[in-house]
């Protein structure tokens, strides 16, 4: 037996898109205080092959039933049948940091990026915020069920085949929100979340946003990395890096912040401030 | 919320400052039942030569020798140990992991300067393994001093710091500043860094490369050498003749599998986990048949029929990584488990289980 907390069942499963599959545990101790942006480690206790744990977004999370859904590719976990248990630990990370007074929120997601976003749709709605989701996939066949998101939510698809919506990637369809939106949160991959904090960078200067500082010669700047830094920078970015021991210890799943400074995925992130990272080793 | 006022009633006492509400976050991994096994005073005992007190209460209630020298005064009070990597700098786990069970701690590799590591990806998924490559991240041979060695003097688990540089001239300048330093038992010198003289081929493939960096840094380093080799070499057995005449108190063997994963990382990048044990089993029984010194071996240890082997061919000590990370609780596990083995089969001494598969 492993010293680890905690195993859950899979109480249903199915896949949702070719090679992408949503299973639904029944893990009361991850649904009770998780937050959106932070992630499980799951291992098939079977599995013989798959050495280390994984990490998989939370995508739904339900406190009143325990019930924990989880979007991923469906790999060797996509095999898991109803009534069977796993190691699921967590949640781990940071989650995302809404600034209270925020009505707009833009989402930005490529592939399974949104599986990082979809709670953070969830809560945004509970709490009466308006939200636009962009997706860019390559194809019609890969674009995320509007089926699944929560109704009050406006859904843009880009493709890059143009068999869905608009023909190109779904950068383009950022800068028709930009100044509508009062945050934004972007998942997917690593090129895609380096373009949009290169765009986020400037919005500022673009968008004519005053720096409004406090009475008396402003606030003290908030130290990088802090819950009030992250709600106040516009994009917040969910990284996907593959996660090797979730206690902070292995590094395994650090990448470079600005300065030079290694962030590890499991502990300073799996969300970040865009400007908290060094786009240009990442990219 | 507007501050009250305070109106004083009588004298001039001043009002019992309220103590601040500490919050503890709640570990995701249970704590293992702790029970002491070593003390200080051991520790003062094994420093002069004397073996340590067998550690106390296995299942059967029978105690069996688990001691394990490793040269120069570093005596192990199990066979067990944690091998440089999952555990970091031991302070990582030291509420979850009862690193008192522990033959040794091997630290993260160090080296002389702060070290930022590989760009992401880092880690990819291997069939029974991992392919990684971290670059070497650590905060400094300095840094790591100032902030763990007063922690690791308090531990009653030795602390083997793993050393990582470019040259020996790197090596010893590192090693020298360990020098004296009460909580570091022993240094591992990692024989599978790049070698910068040689165009960043690992000191481990080159016996004079591997034996000269031994010999630089035993003139500067009086307490327990591991020289710790990656697979790789023509002939091991040439690597680890030269390396135990050189100096070498132990050799540990075997570092990462220089390997690479598309998608994956790839510069330095190597395999890790159960897919290299039957690799490691190898350069194990050929060290073991080349060299006098004691033997740890690393590679894909999962589970306790992995370390009889490693013991079975002639292994002193075993160290379990990779598998550590998923699983924390496993080296202090398996530490159990073996002890329990050995009672099992009527040995008074774990030893009697080492090199049973080379007769």
């Known amino acids: 037996m492993t010293t680890l907390l905690a195993e859950a069942e899979l109480v249903e499963s199915r896949a949702i898109l070719p090679g992408q599959w949503i299973?639904?545990?029944?893990?009361?101790?991850?649904?009770?205080?998780?937050?959106?942006?932070?992630?499980?480690?799951?291992r098939d206790p079977d599995s013989t092959t798959e050495l280390l744990r994984r990490s998989v977004p939370l995508n739904t999370v339900d406190p009143s039933t325990g019930i924990v859904t989880l979007h991923a590719r469906s790999g060797a976990i996509g095999r898991?049948?109803?009534?069977?248990?796993?190691?699921?630990?967590?949640?781990?990370?940071?989650?995302?940091?809404?600034?209270?007074?925020?009505?707009?929120?833009?989402?930005?997601?490529?592939?399974?990026?949104?599986?990082?976003?979809r709670m953070l749709a969830d809560e945004a709605v509970r709490d009466g915020r308006q939200v636009t989701l962009l997706f860019g996939a390559t194809a019609a066949r890969d674009v995320y069920p509007s089926s699944l998101l929560?109704?009050?939510?406006?859904?843009?698809?880009?493709?890059?085949?143009?068999?869905?919506?608009?023909?190109?990637?779904?950068?383009?369809?950022?800068?028709?929100?930009?100044?509508?939106?009062?945050?934004?949160?972007?998942?997917?991959?690593?090129?895609?979340?380096?373009?949009?904090?290169?765009?986020?960078?400037?919005?500022?200067?673009?968008?004519?946003?005053?720096?409004?500082?406090?009475k008396r010669g402003g606030g003290r700047p908030?130290?990088?990395?802090?819950?009030?830094?992250?709600?106040?920078?516009?994009?917040?970015?969910?990284?996907?890096?593959?996660?090797?021991?979730?206690?902070?210890?292995?590094?395994?799943?650090?990448?470079?912040?600005?300065?030079?400074?290694?962030?590890?995925?499991?502990?300073?992130?799996?969300?970040f401030a865009a400007p908290e990272l060094d786009w240009a080793a990442l990219s | 919320m507007k501050a009250r006022k305070r109106v004083v009633t009588s004298g001039p006492q001043t009002p019992a400052r309220r103590t601040p509400t500490v919050r503890r976050i709640k570990s995701a991994i249970v704590p293992a039942a702790r029970r002491p096994t070593s003390t200080t005073s051991d520790r003062a005992r094994q420093a002069a030569g004397a073996p340590p007190s067998v550690p106390v209460g296995s299942e059967a209630g029978a105690s069996v020798d688990l001691a394990v020298d490793l040269g120069r005064g570093l005596v192990l009070a199990t066979p067990l140990i944690a091998a440089s990597g999952p555990f970091g700098y031991g302070v990582e786990v030291a509420d979850a992991v009862d690193l008192g069970r522990l033959g040794a701690l091997v630290t993260r590799g160090t080296t002389l300067r702060a070290r930022a590591g590989s760009p992401p990806p880092r880690m990819a998924a291997a069939a029974s393994g991992i392919v990684h490559a971290l670059g070497y991240q650590n905060p400094g041979v300095d840094a790591v001093i100032a902030k763990h060695e007063p922690t690791w003097r308090s531990w009653p688990v030795p602390v083997v710091v793993n050393v990582c540089g470019e040259s020996a001239g790197e090596f010893v300048e590192l090693v020298s500043r360990l020098e004296g330093l009460a909580g570091v038992a022993a240094v591992e010198l990692n024989l599978g860094c790049p070698n910068a003289a040689r165009g960043g081929t690992p000191f481990s493939v080159d016996p004079d490369a591997a034996a000269s960096l031994v010999a630089a840094v035993r003139r500067t380093w009086d307490r327990c050498l591991i020289a710790k080799l990656s697979p790789g070499a023509a002939d091991v057995r040439a690597v680890a003749r030269a390396v135990a005449s050189a100096g070498?108190?132990?050799?540990?063997?075997?570092?990462?599998?220089?390997?690479?994963a598309v998608g994956g990382p790839r510069a330095g990048a190597v395999l890790a986990g159960p897919a290299i044990r039957p690799i490691a089993l190898r350069v194990v029984y050929d060290v073991v048949g080349a060299v006098g010194v004691p033997v740890v071996a690393y590679g894909g240890v999962a589970a306790l029929d992995d370390v009889?082997?490693?013991?079975?061919?002639?292994?002193?000590?075993?160290?379990?990584?990779?598998?550590?990370l998923a699983d924390p609780g496993l080296p202090t596990r398996l530490a159990g488990e073996l002890e329990a083995a050995v009672v099992a089969r009527g040995h008074a001494s774990y030893r009697d289980l080492v090199g049973t598969a080379r007769r």
């Open chain 1, 150 to 214: 929560p109704d009050e939510v406006e859904y843009l698809v880009a493709t890059a085949d143009g068999s869905l919506g608009h023909h190109g990637p779904v950068t383009d369809l950022v800068p028709a929100y930009e100044a509508w939106a009062d945050q934004a949160f972007a998942g997917g991959p690593m090129p895609l979340l380096a373009e949009l904090a290169r765009h986020a960078a400037g919005r500022r200067e673009r968008m004519g946003v005053a720096h409004l500082g406090r």
């Open chain 2, 308 to 324: 009889l082997d490693y013991l079975a061919v002639g292994a002193v000590a075993v160290g379990v990584g990779t598998a550590a």
């Open chain 1, 222 to 271: 908030e130290p990088p990395g802090s819950a009030t830094a992250r709600r106040k920078s516009f994009l917040q970015v969910a990284l996907d890096q593959p996660v090797g021991c979730a206690a902070a210890t292995c590094l395994g799943c650090a990448v470079l912040g600005a300065g030079g400074v290694p962030l590890r995925t499991c502990r300073e992130g799996p969300v």
């Open chain 2, 248 to 260: 070498a108190d132990a050799i540990s063997a075997i570092g990462g599998v220089a390997a690479l």
């Open chain 1, 80 to 117: 898991l049948r109803v009534g069977d248990r796993v190691g699921l630990v967590g949640p781990f990370g940071r989650p995302f940091e809404v600034d209270p007074r925020s009505r707009h929120l833009l989402l930005i997601a490529a592939g399974l990026g949104i599986a990082a976003l």
């Open chain 1, 23 to 42: 299973g639904s545990f029944h893990a009361p101790h991850v649904a009770s205080g998780a937050r959106a942006g932070q992630f499980v480690h799951l």
